[in-house]
């Protein structure tokens, strides 16, 4: 049956240091995701990108907070099958959300870069949270699929595994498209001048989740297509530690770009995530004149 935790139970006992550090980075993870969701939801004016970012981090903080529960029941040697049935829809659902709103910033981000005047004037004003709506409403899809399948026998599971890994696939494809064209109009103009913040905090986001987030999803697709994969059993602990790494590192991202560029002195978190997600300008294809060369 699918589920991202469904053979990590009999490993746990062995890898007890891979498990405090699965629990330790989810902890750190849920503190920093938790401030990103509080300052954007509460204290910072959002924008289009920033719509984005809460969304995500909304999603890296459900991921890792089922992480946690379901290990803390695995170490307590406590099964709820209602908890764990939910655990697991929340886990498929924020995983592939996650990837989703991933995809979502970095398209808008090239779109941003290659059709600067079209992005300013011709984009809808409700389009990023149009967007978010959109991708929790399909990724909420195989979650609840996920409990069909488990609990109605005509409803095959086979189904929801092609569904969900086909998902997941496509978002890559898009995410690695995307990104590879934001990647090279950033290197072409890093040769003139620093490329946008945002920019480069979509490229360091897209990097960690390839790093950090793709492991888990690629090693599960290719346990599935060969059952008999070698050393799954010894990797699979190894990915779960990776992906809560890659849920728990954003919000770092954000706080360190945002410091950036800042005078000397310690600023409010608050004041650190809004300089980080605050649109600067990218450099037009040509650049003006200056006033040496008239």
Known sequence: RPGLWGTCKSRISSGNT??????????????????????????????????????????????????????????????VAALNLLIRGVTFSSYLGGLSLLMAVSVERCLSVLF??????????????IACALIWGLSLCPGISVLLCVHFVAFSCDVVNLVYYGMFLLTFLVLCVSSLVLLIRVQCFSMRRQPARLSRIVLLTVLAFLVLGLPLGAGLLAHRLSPSFPYFDILLPILHLLSTLNS??????????????????????????QSALTEDVELSTEEPPSPDDT
Do not use: H
């Open 18 to 79: 891979l498990f405090l550090g699965i629990v330790l980075v989810s902890l750190c993870g849920l503190v920093g995701n938790g401030m990103v969701i509080w300052l954007l939801g509460f204290r910072i004016k959002r924008n289009p990108f920033s719509v984005y970012i809460l969304t995500l981090a909304g999603a890296d903080f459900a991921f890792l907070f089922c992480k946690s529960v379901r290990f803390l029941l695995l170490v307590l040697n406590r099964s």
């Open 116 to 129: 600067p005047i079209w992005y300013r004037c011709r984009r809808p004003a409700q389009l990023s949270a």
């Open 248 to 273: 728990g590192v954003n919000p770092l991202i954000y706080f360190f770009m945002g410091r950036q560029r800042q005078q000397r002195g310690r600023k409010p978190l608050r004041e650190v995530l």
